[in-house]
């Protein structure tokens, strides 16, 4: 079969630092890139700024052959924006910057040595076209508040937290400073917090970190490139994973920040349910590895116009059934543990290791002493097979990074319990 797609991508940016009340220079960046794909038994790719006729040619020479014989090339059209109640560009860098120092006040105290407040903000306009003359178009701006601030008493801690979100102005509302609260209060009891427990044991994850569990561990093998490139733990589906009250999505169109109308291919979006009653149901795929495995394509994404690739957008464990309470007496003797400072996960064999902003020990079904620089690990598939699942989904935000791309996604969970494997990070 043949097949030709065209990408024309336009984003404008602006990117504000504040560290200890210096401003640096606000960042604007502008960016028009095109992409060119052809599909004849295999990719072809270029980009650049010419016109379609040569564009197309180009990519055509830069086909190499696979094993795939055909693609999804179901088409759609369309246009979409999405509609901000205040919109950025009515703001002025004055305000911006003032918005973040008044975010800042909130953060200073004797203990708290160094703080960084930053803004990021980002309008999308997307054209994709292709060969059977389908298009589709859109507008999405995105909005986000990072704050980070580093406390010396019995210890060095530091802790951060961010608010990314698709849409204008409005999305910052007054949460921000009850983030920068929140964080403040919790670093003037972590520099004296006791070290963690170490072995496996009862693990109450908060909603940050359940999100960060079911995206990192979970949700890259059920990337369907992964699989077919053999790296990646799930082999087919309709296999049980979990307990009946798993229930786990993608879903680019709820209005968190992985939100995409349409992916990098022109395919429509729509929601993926990839666990339902404890079973895995579906993987992600794009135009090509759909076709090969029989699948719905939808999740292609890239960076700029970069070739696009698997991706996730907003990946959710569903709400359950347990109260905090009744999660705290399923765990008796455990910990607590509350977001998330990176990690490493491995999709071929389900190998994870999380550390946790910081946690607290959990005696009795009682919330105790706070812990720092603590850490979990263990098998992904091994450790949902006992999840429990609370009640209230909340959504934490950032940037996914696979193949050198940033992509803008949600994760999100409500509070689980699991049993892992507990140490010093």
């Known amino acids: 079969m043949e097949f030709f797609d065209i990408r024309d991508v336009r984003t404008e940016s602006l990117t504000i630092l504040l560290e200890n009340g210096s401003v640096e220079k606000p960042k604007f960046e502008r960016f028009h890139g095109k992409g060119f794909r052809v599909f004849k038994n295999g990719w072809g790719y270029y980009s650049g700024l010419v016109d379609d006729s040569e564009g197309i040619k180009l990519a055509e020479r830069n086909i190499i052959r696979a094993d795939t014989e055909g693609i999804d090339a179901t088409s759609f059209s369309g246009k979409y924006e999405f509609m901000q109640k205040e919109n950025v560009d009515d703001v002025s860098v004055e305000e911006k910057i003032q918005l973040l120092r008044e975010i800042e006040k909130e953060l200073k105290d004797s203990f708290i040595v160094n703080t960084r407040v930053g803004y990021i903000e980002n309008k999308r306009r997307f054209h994709y076209r292709n060969s059977s003359g389908e298009e589709v178009e859109y507008f999405v701006p995105r909005v986000g508040v990072s704050i980070q601030a580093v406390a010396k008493d019995g210890s060095l801690q530091f802790l951060s937290k961010r608010l990314f979100r698709v849409g204008g102005f409005e999305v910052l509302t007054d949460e921000v400073f009850e983030m920068a609260i929140e964080l403040r209060e919790k670093l003037k009891d972590l520099v004296n917090a006791l070290p963690p427990p170490s072995g496996r044991m009862p693990v109450l994850m908060d909603p940050s970190l359940g999100g960060v569990f079911i995206h990192e561990a979970f949700g890259h093998a059920v990337e369907a490139d992964h ?20 229930y786990v999505y993608d879903d680019p169109l709820m209005p968190e920040f992985g939100f995409f109308p349409y992916d990098d291919e022109g395919y429509k979006a729509e929601k993926k349910t990839i666990i339902e009653s404890g079973v895995f149901k579906e993987f992600l795929h794009s135009r090509e590895t759909a076709y090969r495995m029989n699948g719905r394509a939808g999740n292609a994404r890239s960076q700029g116009v970069m070739e696009p690739i698997v991706r996730m957008s907003n990946t959710y464990i569903a709400e359950g059934s347990y109260s905090l309470d009744e999660l705290l007496e399923e765990v008796k003797n455990g910990v607590y543990l509350i977001g998330s400072r990176g990690g490493e996960t491995n999709p071929a064999t389900g190998y994870f290791q999380f550390n946790a902003q910081y946690g607290y020990l959990i005696v009795n079904g009682e919330i ?25 989904v909340k959504f934490d935000s950032g940037f996914c990074g696979k193949s050198g791309q940033l992509v803008p996604v949600s994760d999100g969970a409500p509070p689980t319990v699991v049993t892992a494997l507990v140490g010093g990070s």
């Open 227 to 246: 699989l077919l490139k053999g790296a990646s733990i799930l082999k087919k589906t309709g296999i049980r994973v979990g307990p009946e009250e798993l």
């Open 368 to 392: 105790r002493n706070m812990v720092r620089d603590v850490s979990l690990s263990g098998n992904t598939l091994e450790i949902l097979k006992g999840i429990k699942i609370g009640k209230g």
